[in-house]
């Protein structure tokens, strides 16, 4: 089966090649977010806008710490400087408004595993096989991204420490005390079939035709994928 994942969600220190067989999970995998700010030089330090370059330390590109100079004014009394309120690249400079434009680089800590072997990347998706699975439909699409083993809880006492720490729990279970005891146990998510849970403070997904289900419950994927925004989930053997 093939695996696709879009290349945001996993920031790569080094390209794949083909063939090279990732086990992702082990450790801490991180989203990157990027968020942009502007910093009004010429209005912070008084100066004509065309005239920024004058007291500019920095350079179009230029990768900068958190606190690093930008910009700075000096007088025979007064100090006034600007620097950069995190770790950021400096994206544009505009001599017109006198702005330097910064992409503020954070990462979050993303609760993701997923094993297989690498193909190729094909528009901006990391194209991976796995050798046997399925992808599902489901209901209603969220905006998470998590994957890892998963665990298939048919009975009230199934639902133990083992089964669902950590795991992505697959269950027909659906009333308030079962799913109370499961998301205590520290799930990754819950997957379902054809139930809506207005109110949880967990991930949920719900499979959206009965036959996948009866292929999922029949098959037992020891693993399981879903991509943030999807319309459907992975499940499959590594």
């Given at each position: 089966m093939i695996v696709r994942i879009p290349q945001h969600i996993v920031p790569l220190e080094k390209k794949l090649k083909e063939g090279t067989a990732?086990?992702?999970g082990e450790q801490p995998i991180y989203e990157k977010n990027e968020s942009s700010v502007v910093v009004e030089v010429a209005q912070e330090l008084k100066i004509v806008p065309r005239n920024i370059f004058k007291y500019l330390h920095v350079s179009l590109g230029e990768m900068l710490e958190k606190g690093a100079l930008i910009a700075e004014k000096k007088t025979?009394?007064?100090?006034?400087?600007?620097?950069?309120?995190?770790?950021a690249e400096v994206r544009a400079i505009d001599h017109n408004t006198g702005t330097v434009t910064l992409?503020?680089?954070?990462?979050?800590?993303?609760?993701?595993?997923?094993?297989?072997?690498?193909?190729?990347?094909?528009?901006?998706?990391?194209?991976?096989?796995?050798p046997e699975g399925s992808e599902y439909e489901?209901?209603?699409?969220?905006?998470?991204?998590?994957?890892?083993?998963?665990?298939?809880?048919?009975?009230?006492?199934?639902?133990?420490?083992?089964?669902?720490?950590?795991?992505?729990?697959v269950t027909a279970l659906h009333d308030t005390m079962s799913l109370s005891k499961i998301t205590a146990l520290g799930p990754i998510a819950v997957v379902h079939y054809n139930a809506l849970y207005s109110s949880t403070d967990?991930?949920?997904?719900?499979?959206?035709h009965k036959a996948d289900w009866q292929d999922l419950v029949k098959h037992k994927w020891p693993y399981s994928l879903y991509i943030e925004g999807s319309k459907s989930v992975y499940f499959y053997l590594s």
């Open positions: 990732v086990i992702w025979v009394f007064s100090r006034t400087t600007l620097v950069a309120p995190n770790r992409v503020i680089m954070e990462s979050s800590e993303a609760h993701f595993a997923f094993q297989g072997t690498f193909s190729k990347i094909d528009k901006q998706e990391l194209v991976f096989s796995v489901i209901l209603t699409s969220i905006p998470n991204t998590f994957g890892g083993k998963t665990a298939y809880i048919g009975e009230v006492g199934e639902i133990t420490l083992g089964n669902c720490e950590d795991k992505i729990i967990f991930l949920a997904l719900a499979l959206k």
